[in-house]
């Protein structure tokens, strides 16, 4: 089946649950049609383009999907989990989970130049989900989370979105079921289908997770500061309002410490910055206001609840000068 890769003019823009629930319907009938009684491999990260893939894949094949979901030990705190919770328990998914937390960790010991970290974290995923594909046996498809500003900046040639790339050998058929959509109407597909709010409306997240966020070489320890830090922050975005107006926020912690005073003592620390931003389109951002007194709670709990952090800054830079993302 050749796959339509330009959006008709038109198809309405998918705004309400009435809307989703035809486009599921559609897809659902599609999906039988084109996968029959075969296999299809999807590399589910969590992220809200895979989540709904596999949701609807699901409702369409059931156990004919197996999904991988890779842990490379540098998820936000409880993502990993959540995958395993929704697919694994409430949707009844074939969920093939690898931790390989290790793995990455150890190959990233002591590399501290942004670059070569990205392509470490990526090289790596691809093997390791090479390695789990090669244990399944009849597999005719691969699903990937590819909606249409992926086809509008490839120029209709959408690369390996998801997994990043396959060796020569695994020739599999594309299930794209949202390649035709914009991210807004991903997220109410996504709702429609009954998966939880916080994973549809889950902000981008770059494919090298806190590895990029961890400037400088990535030790455990800092690390999993970080990961604390950026679960306060959420959390109090959560119960503030900020979530649902802040296009994507954040906590960075380089690989400096400076001195500080807990308990009457020098107390030596790393910075946790808060970076939060809005964007239309990614390529400029502005910066989000904070009122001071949500500030000062985020600051007070990190720097009592989470080990290793004596200091709080908030990133003022927009885009340009600085990037979205600290490296």
Not at 77 to 100: M, P, R, T, W
Not at 210 to 218: F, K, Q, S, T
Not at 301 to 314: K, M, P, Q
Request: aromatic residues 6%; proline residues 5%.
């Amino acid at each position: 089946m050749e796959l339509l890769n330009k959006r008709p003019d038109d198809m309405a823009r998918i705004t309400t649950k009435e809307l989703a629930d035809k486009f599921i319907a559609e897809q659902v009938k599609e999906l039988r049609e084109q996968i029959g009684d075969k296999k299809v491999l999807l590399a589910l990260s969590g992220g809200v383009d895979s989540s709904v893939v596999a949701a609807l894949l699901i409702k369409a094949v059931g156990k004919q999907l197996i999904c991988v979901h890779v842990n490379h030990g540098l998820m936000r705190k409880g993502e990993s989990e959540q995958v395993i919770a929704v697919f694994g328990k409430e949707l009844d998914a074939n969920l093939v989970y690898i931790d390989a937390t290790d793995r990455f960790l150890d190959l990233l010991a002591g590399v501290c130049e942004p670059e070569k970290k990205r392509k470490i974290i990526g090289g790596e995923f691809i093997k390791v989900f090479d390695e789990e594909a090669s244990k399944l046996k009849g597999i005719s498809f691969l699903a990937q989370g590819t909606i249409y500003p992926d086809i509008l900046e490839s120029d209709g040639v959408k690369a390996h979105h998801n997994v990043g790339g396959l060796p020569e050998d695994m020739q599999f058929e594309l299930v794209e079921p949202v390649r035709l959509l914009y991210k807004d109407e991903v997220r109410v597909v996504g709702e429609a289908l009954g998966l939880p709010h916080a994973m549809v409306y889950r902000q981008p997240f770059p494919g090298p997770g806190l590895g990029v966020r961890c400037p400088g070489a990535i030790t455990r320890d800092r690390l999993h500061a970080l990961r604390e830090a950026d679960a306060i922050l959420r959390e109090e975005f959560d119960k503030c309002g900020l979530a649902e107006h802040v296009w994507q926020y954040f906590i960075a912690v380089p690989d400096f410490k400076s001195v500080g005073v807990r308990d009457g003592k020098r107390y030596e620390g790393w910075p946790a910055i808060i970076r939060a931003v809005n964007t239309t389109d990614a390529m400029s951002a502005t910066i989000e206001e904070i009122p001071y007194a949500v500030l000062h709670t985020i600051t007070a709990r990190i720097t009592a609840e989470v080990e290793g952090i004596n200091r709080v800054l908030y990133d003022l830079t927009p885009k340009p000068i600085g990037t979205i993302e600290w490296e």
